[in-house]
Nanobody, 115 residues
Framework: QVQLVESGGGLVQAGGSLRLSCVASGSVFSIRVMGWYRQAPGKQRDLVATITSVGSTDYADSVKGRFTISRDNAKNTVYLQMNSLKPEDTAVYYC?????????WGQGTQVTVSS
């Protein structure tokens, strides 16, 4: 059974930075496309960044140029470096495969950006 555990969230002022981590159990992590998603209160869960097994990345327009996704296959970990944070980035952030797998959603990590 795969488990995805996110960490690194917190409260930060606008313009600040945070680095999120997601550790995955299971032996197939290195070959899977991974994604970071986020869900703000009252809104749907949206995909914000993806990374392939070989490191190709893609971003939602709302975070392009500010967020960087990366991975360390040796550590079964995917990261999300978030810079120049805005209040509208406030959300619970989750990692999952691409496409997402329902049973693999973790608890997420809360990111709150104050203005």
């Amino acid at each position: 059974q795969v488990q995805l555990v996110e960490s690194g969230g917190g409260l930060v002022q606008a313009g600040g930075s945070l680095r999120l981590s997601c550790v995955a159990s299971g032996s197939v992590f290195s070959i899977r496309v991974m994604g970071w998603y986020r869900q703000a209160p009252g809104k749907q869960r949206d995909l914000v960044a993806t990374i392939t097994s070989v490191g190709s990345t893609d971003y939602a327009d709302s975070v392009k140029g500010r967020f960087t996704i990366s991975r360390d296959n040796a550590k079964n970990t995917v990261y999300l470096q978030m810079n120049s944070l805005k209040p509208e980035d406030t959300a619970v952030y989750y990692c999952n495969y691409i496409p997402w797998v329902k049973n693999y959603w973790g608890q997420g990590t809360q990111v709150t950006v104050s203005s």
